[in-house]
């Protein structure tokens, strides 16, 4: 990802069902009133509020790290965050603000 900031789509929402965080796009044409829950993480939703329209990926790391307890080294925090942040982008459940 890019140092631009980042957005969610406004037609997903996240949801807490049953002790797990799920993504799911409101906006989406389900068929027999079935649809695709996207499950992530309490990291993921972390970092899912997070995205503001003003946090890049960097932002969003420096913010983790604060907020873990773990001492994650933070080469490894901005992989494995660019790596969701890349996942969330590729099924547009959030896009870069230009």
Known sequence: MSPASLIRNDGVVLRPIHGSFFLI??????????????EINEIGAFLWRNIDGKNSLEDLVSLLQSAIEDDVPASILRQDTNEY????????????VI
């Open 25 to 38: 796009d409101i906006a989406d044409n389900y068929s027999g009133d079935k649809c695709a829950l996207y």
């Open 85 to 96: 942040l890349i996942d969330l982008k590729a099924h547009g459940f959030i896009s870069e």
